[in-house]
């Protein structure tokens, strides 16, 4: 088991190669379910070995190999409790995308083989111990994407693609600047990620440290992403497709805030004079992205838009529970990531059901859907009510305690959140109200139900939502341990 | 030295010429059908120079002066002549199949080794007048190759604006060094004309002195097609036969590299003269302009020489930074493009041969247009066209992101965060024409939807190309020892 974490990094990319050179759909997406599958039962292995009781920074099922050793750049490989649950989140979500997308026939080996480099992509920047090696795979992440968009995407494919590639790349570039000012300012003369942070707080300038802190979190904020830096995710979400979608809603966003607790909270207390302000920086972009995210999302007009919008918000509350910066709000928005990663697929996966079946997916259009397609109406219902925040169900737990923790150190934006999480109810049900409810418009010709390639991940994913929501401990102990031990957080 | 370690050390350059002259004899006698054989010897000699190069003169050669100082053997020079060696390889093999019936293989063969050969004799020299004779030799051959198309007006025409401003350069660069030499008194030895005028100062601070550097900047500049001593660039490697243009943009300009990283950096260090100001003009020039012109040009070879200015001004920011690490980021970078431009410009010569041979009236072959559906027409083709294109971007895991990552990395270690910063907005500018290639070819649908059949020795060209692009960028650290060591031997 000592290169295990190898292995289930590049057992997609060698399924990716393969995939790519298959002739027929079926046997593309045969290798692709099995290249993504195999990951999932290594990741399911690891986590029941894993030991949630370990300090944050200290990691397990390490690898490392010596790479650029003039500038220390290793190969260097591990998991703590930040990142195991969002190594299984990947590992979770991608098969279950692969049998979403089943049906597809254009280019299938090529579209599946793409799926299985941004699941290698993204389990690379989970496991990345190496400042340098995670660059790579952050960048490694963009193309794939790219090309599911310019490639598989709805009309306006060419401009979304662009701006989405453009826009995050131009942030990672930002971020590198940021990485090689904290290389050169600690002058530990390695990239190690562990190492860096420990000599951030030695920095002699606390105007380098602010810098060093803005340039990295700029580029997590595209990422993730926040208001004003969002715009380019409601083009790419809704021009891609619906697996281009889920995966990036599911894990591609949560690269930006695994970024905050790996790389920035560690370094709040290492800003001295300037932390209050940066907390507040934080606390205000959380709150102003879930109140402005939430209300465009009240206004849309197409609903892959508004999850799109919902996805915005509710990835506000990860920067609130970060900025609160205490072990409630800390874990709990730790917790959000993952909990939203199986949320937003299923909302995806409803709406792509929807576009596909009767080809529209503006919600004045629809109506009544419920009557002809009852399993979609169930499954998509139960996904809106996790995302509204349901008790019981995975979201509430996150929103629970982010809420409730930012209310110890952050009251007031504690309080404005609060009032977005009344706007998501508001626009989940109403949208739910006049799509899926009412008397079935006719135009819509007659719809079939799910195909069961379509019931299966989506059922998986509303059964995972609520028994995180029943018992969230499985997944919550890991992430509590590595939250309270984050310098300064207790 | 005796004559046997002279003619050991030397070895590549020897075959090259033996060989040479060995395909201008043979091809007298030879039909223009059987004169494919001669690009078969210019390619084997071409490894066998690069074996040699690899095995025998990496490491362990710190030979200086050989041949009245004029010549030396050490990593730098053999790092260079590595790069050309391929270059020229991945040229000829390229040229097999697009020549394989031309009557004038012989003289094209030839030139191309002269080329090479002047390349590797400004890669080793350290005395002006060498270095000035090899330019020539490379320049007189490369001339002729931009030409050689010789029906063809616009390769007529780059060959006449390549040859008018490359002898405009030619000149103010010996004027240049002639100054030198007139100031220092006699001396034509690099490091002696370093040492002569870090004793002296004040004569390199003289108006004449600094009249004597923006000469050689200037002549430097236009080799490496520097803003605004670029305009010919794009013309040239529009015009030139496009395996040639690959030649023109990753050998004879990188030649023009290492003849500044030795005479410039050496000079400017030793007289201290301050050129700081004027090389972080001309960088941010020539990466800006180089990159938003390009934005705009629909044939693609124009795009790569207008990339090729851009990639020039990163590369330029050693004369700024001057540091042994911005040195090594140099030095690397221009292995790293030579190998990413030269696949790139023989995958569009590939694609071109092929599209002639579809409809032997197709105008304009490397407009983007043309692009369209290239991943179904030929997936192969349009696989490194995607990877050779990203690397230019610095995408990893490629050549392109080590080198870059490594060169900005130097720049912010030397302090200069506004010079990277700029470098960086660049580099995310360029993204968006290159990736608009790879949309043209993934994304919109081909023309028609026959097949098209990449002739072997262009799958090989490309392939080697790909290689080094992927080698580097995977396994760099080598690479990185070998551009390391390179760079100490100027002692910046």
């Known amino acids: ?490 | 030295m005796t004559f046997v370690d002279l003619i050991s050390q030397f070895a590549p350059e020897i075959i090259l010429t033996i060989s040479a002259l060995a395909i201008m004899l043979i091809g007298l006698g030879l039909e223009a059908k059987e004169k494919r054989a001669l690009g078969y010897i210019a390619g084997l000699s071409l490894v066998l120079a690069s074996l040699i190069v690899v095995f025998r003169g990496t490491y362990g050669f710190p030979l200086e002066g050989i041949i009245a100082d004029s010549l030396t053997i050490d990593p730098m020079s053999q790092f260079f002549k590595l790069t050309f060696l391929l270059v020229s390889l991945i040229v000829v093999i390229a040229s097999l199949k697009q020549y394989d019936n031309h009557q004038n293989q012989d003289e094209y063969y030839t030139l191309i080794l002269f080329g090479t050969i002047g390349m590797m004799v400004v890669a080793s020299a350290v005395d002006i007048v060498t270095i000035f004779i090899g330019f020539e030799l490379a320049s007189l051959s490369t001339y002729a190759l931009a030409g050689f198309n010789k029906k063809d007006p616009s390769s007529m025409e780059a060959a006449i604006k390549y040859f008018i401003v490359g002898a405009l350069s030619s000149t103010l660069l010996l004027f240049g060094l002639s100054y030198l030499y007139g100031l220092s008194g006699g001396l034509t030895n690099v490091s002696d004309i370093a040492e002569f005028f870090s004793a002296n100062p004040t004569v390199i601070q003289s108006p004449l002195g600094i009249m004597a550097m923006m000469l050689i900047v200037a002549g430097f500049g236009f080799k490496m097609a520097l803003v605004p001593f670029h305009m010919w660039a794009p013309d040239t490697y529009q015009g030139a036969p496009t395996v040639i243009s690959a030649l023109l943009a990753a050998g004879s300009k990188k030649m023009a590299f290492v003849a500044a990283f030795r005479v410039l950096l050496i000079a400017m260090i030793a007289v201290k003269v301050d050129m700081a100001i004027v090389f972080t003009i001309l960088a941010i020039l020539t990466m800006t302009i180089g990159n938003v012109v390009a934005l705009s040009q629909r044939s693609l070879k124009r795009m790569l020489a207008y990339s090729s200015v851009a990639q020039a001004g990163y590369i330029s920011m050693v004369f700024v930074v001057m540091s042994p690490e911005a040195l090594t980021g140099a030095v690397l970078y221009v292995m790293s493009h030579a190998f990413m431009k030269t696949g790139a410009f023989i995958a569009v010569a590939a694609l071109g041969y092929m599209l002639v041979k579809e409809n032997s009236s197709a105008k304009d072959v490397d407009h983007l247009d043309n692009f369209a559906g290239l991943g179904k027409r030929s997936p192969f083709l349009a696989f490194c066209i995607m990877i050779f294109l990203f690397a230019l971007s610095g995408i990893p895991p490629t050549a392109g992101f080590v080198s870059k990552f490594i060169l900005f990395y130097s720049v912010l270690k030397g302090g200069f965060v506004f010079l990277v910063t700029i470098a960086i907005l660049n580099s995310a500018l360029s993204l968006y024409y290159y990736a608009r290639v790879v949309k043209y070819m993934y994304v919109l649908p081909p023309p028609s939807s026959e097949k098209l059949a990449l002739p072997r020795a262009y799958s090989l060209a490309i392939f080697l190309a790909l290689i080094g692009v992927l080698a580097i960028g995977i396994v760099p650290e080598p690479f990185i020892n070998w551009a390391a060591s390179a760079a100490n031997v100027l002692g910046l």
């Not at chain 1, 591609?252 to 004079?273: D, E, T, W």
């Not at chain 1, 609903?303 to 990835?315: D, T, W």
């Not at chain 1, 009344?422 to 719809?447: C, D, I």
């Open chain 1, 1 to 490: 088991m000592d290169s295990v974490l190898s292995l289930i990094l590049f057992i997609p990319l060698i399924g990716a190669a393969i995939t790519l050179f298959t002739k027929t759909r079926e046997s593309a997406r045969m290798i692709a379910l099995i290249a993504s599958a195999v990951p999932l039962v290594l990741t399911v292995m690891i986590y029941l070995q894993f030991n949630s009781g370990l300090a944050f920074l200290k990691f397990q099922f390490v690898e490392k190999i010596s790479w650029i050793s003039s500038l220390g750049i290793n190969y260097y490989l591990g998991a703590d409790g930040v990142s195991m649950p969002l190594i299984l989140l990947n590992a979770i979500l991608c098969p279950l995308t692969v049998i979403y997308a089943w049906g597809e026939n254009k280019q299938p080996n090529q579209f599946f083989a793409l799926i299985l480099v941004l699941q290698a992509g993204v389990f690379g920047v989970f496991m990345a111990l190496d400042f340098f090696l995670f660059y790579i795979f952050w960048e490694l992440t963009l193309i794939p994407l790219y090309f599911l968009i310019s490639i598989w995407g709805g009309p306006n494919k060419d401009y979304a693609a662009i701006k989405f590639f453009i826009y995050t790349h131009v942030a990672s570039l930002v971020m590198l600047l940021g990485i090689f000012a904290l290389y050169f300012s600690t002058g530990v003369n390695t990239f190690e990620i562990p190492v860096l942070l420990q000599a951030f707080a030695d920095i002699a300038s606390p105007e380098m440290r602010v810098a060093i802190f803005l340039a990295l979190f700029f580029g997590f904020l595209v990422k993730m992403p926040t208001v004003p830096f969002h715009t380019w995710l409601p083009d790419a979400h809704v021009e891609a497709p619906t697996a281009g979608s889920v995966l990036l809603a599911g894990v591609l966003l949560k690269m930006g805030g695994y970024g905050l607790f790996r790389v920035l909270l560690p370094m709040i207390n290492g800003l001295g004079q300037y932390r209050s302000d940066i907390i507040t920086l934080m606390a205000v972009l959380a709150v102003v992205s879930i109140l402005y995210a939430t209300f465009l999302a009240l206004a849309q007009k197409d609903m892959k838009k508004m999850v799109a919008y919902s996805s915005v918000a509710h990835m506000g509350y990860v920067m609130l529970g970060a900025a609160a910066f205490n072990f409630m709000s800390v874990s709990g928005a730790m917790f959000q990531q993952f909990s939203h990663g199986l949320i937003t697929a299923v909302l995806f996966m409803s709406v792509g059901v929807i576009q596909h079946t009767v080809h529209t997916r503006k919600i004045s259009e629809l109506g009544g859907l419920a009557d002809r397609m009852p399993k979609l109406a169930f499954l998509m219902m139960a996904g809106f009510m996790a995302s509204l925040g349901l008790p019981a169900m995975s979201g509430f737990v996150a929103e629970f305690l982010v809420l409730t923790g930012s209310y110890l150190t952050l009251p007031v934006f504690a309080l404005l959140a609060m009032l977005g999480i009344v706007a998501t109810a508001g626009y989940h049900l109403w949208a739910m109200q006049r799509a899926m409810f009412g008397s079935y418009n006719e135009k819509l010709g007659e719809p079939h139900d799910l195909a069961v390639y379509e019931m299966i991940p989506m059922a998986i994913l509303v059964l995972l939502i609520i028994l995180f929501g029943v018992y969230p401990a499985p997944v919550m102990n890991v992430f509590e341990y590595a939250s309270k031990i984050i310098p300064g957080v207790m």
